[in-house]
């Protein structure tokens, strides 16, 4: 559409939401003048909610806190947006926030804040019954006459003003079927409150049943909210900030009660967000314990595919930023997933999205050497030069080109065997267990591989660079006995992806504390070369500290299957140490993904099928495909046959959570954690053999192939599109 075009048709948009708006508030003000059961504050403030019920949303009025005799919780408000716990304050002064107290009148208030966070605690329990994460209950003090928009920790103080705005503004977190399911459940668990001291008046006759102040349904559906596109969240980054209350100008709030061009613009802010993921939100119980659960040292998270461990990660991560004072770094191999899942974070839990840095391994160790002065030269093409002149030297010639004559292996070795576990003498790697390496190496070859370790470390050092295993290794010995670590608590996501230094590093930080680190992830998913055990990291994981999860919410049966038929005769050691089959049971949710085969005779004519499978997609099913390769070499060569065929693509490597319309295309490493309603792998079978290989090195070779084969197709939902070229 011409930009015109569209500006007219946004013009439109916002004269129709605003003519519905103003009926909706005139209809609600009646109501709220009506209303004669609250206090002069409530009655104002329910006001300004009142409009949200006409929209989807349940108010709750007046409820008694349960497990107390005589308090009670002024409002729960539950609609698309989550749970919000209201109390409404009439005070003389401006509410003040410092050092985290609440303070009005230059007198401290904190009793209030800390009341509010108990009962909020209260309706996290009642929600977390029903299987809603705790993250999505908010707690919100109300200002009567007050304009004022600030956070203190997690509560939000709103005036009475820019609580409607703010709360329509939330992003769509609850169906209309969730918000009535929990509307009646929390009626049950707060009931309606009775003043022991004072009965107070009875609603007018025609006027709504204050305490569940409901919409006919008709009213209540007839503002679903709209799926847009931006998916941005433009709420600031949660922080205490110091309070800028002031009264309300005289003259700015427009007739009295409602503030309608705050809601206008909230509401048209709310069209344009795109619906939140319902993941971000819901857990089962089981995950629910899991995310609350004390551990007295480190724990672990295991389980297949697909079966909720990174979001139980995350959730945790903003369990413990809102139950501690300390940082949280949640941290991964791979570059792209943090920025993706510090994205699903901040919509999930804004308040504490701030506490909780996301980084990949590699990136955090740099900053954290720059920030203690320590030098670091990482180059990582000098560095490869630096291994071929070794190889050239000493490699090439010597009884390790009768194993494998490629240099890649052995670079391999050096990478994820003595520098990767942090070898420091020819002794130890003579008597090391090197995990998952396939090859049988006697001490002749053991002898050849440390002298090509030699000489590579010397070629290096002359280039004065380092590569990716010097910078977690000088990070190492300074964390180690430091003593002042920045982080209360460590998750690592995809920790069979870390080398043992890597590990180490990562325990370092927070020891055995208590609820200090948490590894999540899955053996049967290692995408790269060798591995490790938890006790070669000294990491001692007892009891209930290991939980593995079984249900898988994400593949259907048909994928499950198709994807495991890959890696059904691949056993894998975890890194407790357990072996366990390739074929794994797992119970599944969901029903509805299918697999799509399709086998060409040529090159040209699959990759022609690919490209008219992506065409039939609306531009919104685009951005929820993924097309995914085993080499750089293929993506490059995809990006241009989509770019030409007028196909938006976004590189993995750009992609950071928010919806892009465009169709997702990267590496199968890349797409690790993630996931696509569609997943495309054209030429998926090129590279992976799957018949039973000679040499021990080409046996590995094959099984880390057919492992981010695997891991490619378990990140579909509802299409696998698998594409082959057989030659008639
Ligand atoms: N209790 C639940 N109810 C519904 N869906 C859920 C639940 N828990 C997780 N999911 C969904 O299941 C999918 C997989 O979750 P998640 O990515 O956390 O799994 P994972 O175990 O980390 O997967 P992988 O190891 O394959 O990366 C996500 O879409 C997530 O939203």
Sequence with gaps: MAAGGSAARRAQEARLQERLLREQWRAARQRALRWEAASEGERRVAAQLLVLTERGWRLLVDRRWPGTRAANVDMLLIGPGGVFVVDVKNWQAAPETSDGELRAGGESRDEHRRKLLAVTKTAEGAVASLGLSPVAVQPVMAFVGRQVNVELGRIRLLGE???????????????????????????????????????????????????SARTPQAARNSWPPVAGRTGQSDRAPARTVPSRSRPRQPGSEPDGLFDLDGLCQAALDEARQAPIEQWMTFLHPDQVALVRRNWAGPARISGPAGTGKTVVGLHRAAHLARHTTGRVLYVTFANNLPRVQGTFLKTMAPAVADRIDFRSLHSWAQEFLKGRGVPVQLNKARAETAFSFAWKDVGRDSCLAEIDPSPHYWHEEISYVIKGRGIASFEEYA????????????RAHRRAVWALYEAYESHRTERAVHDFNDILSLALEEATGAGDSPY????????????????????????????????????????????????????????????????????????????????????????????????????????????????????????????????????????????????????????????????????????????????????????????????YLPLHDADVPTGPESAETARERGELARSQLFVAMTRARDVLWLGSVRPR
């Design 161 to 211: 003003y820019e609580i409607g705005p703010a709360l329509l503004r939330e992003r769509t977190r609850l169906s209309a079927a969730q918000v009535r399911a929990i509307a009646e459940h929390l009626e049950r668990v707060f009931p309606e409150y009775e003043d022991p001291s004072a009965k107070r008046s009875a609603p007018a006759r025609g006027a709504p049943t204050p305490q």
């Design 431 to 442: 008597a090391v267990a090197r995990r998952r390496r396939r090859t049988t190496l006697r």
């Design 488 to 679: 209360r608590a460590v998750i690592v996501d995809e920790v069979q992806d870390l080398t043992l230094v890597g590990v180490r590093l990562l325990y370092a930080l927070v020891g055995d504390t208590p609820n200090g680190l948490l590894l999540v992830g899955d053996g049967q998913q290692a995408v790269y070369p060798g591995g490790f055990r938890l006790s070669d990291a000294g990491v001692d994981i007892r009891g209930d500290r290991g939980q593995v999860l079984r249900t898988n919410y994400r593949n259907s049966k048909e994928i499950v299957d198709a994807a495991l038929a890959i890696v059904a005769e691949d056993s894998f050691e975890d890194i407790d140490g357990l072996r366990t089959p390739g074929r794994r049971d797992v119970d599944l949710t969901y029903h509805d993904g299918r697999v799509h085969r399709v086998v060409k005779p040529t090159a040209a004519e699959h990759d022609q099928a690919l490209v008219a499978a992506l065409r039939e997609l609306t531009p919104q099913e685009r951005s929820d495909a993924a097309v995914l390769c085993s080499s750089k070499r293929a993506i490059d060569g995809y990006q241009r046959l989509l770019t030409q065929a007028g196909i938006r693509v976004c590189l993995l490597e750009h992609y950071d959570g928010h919806t892009v319309e465009a169709v997702k295309l990267g590496s199968y490493r890349r797409a690790k954690g993630l996931e696509f309603k569609r997943v």
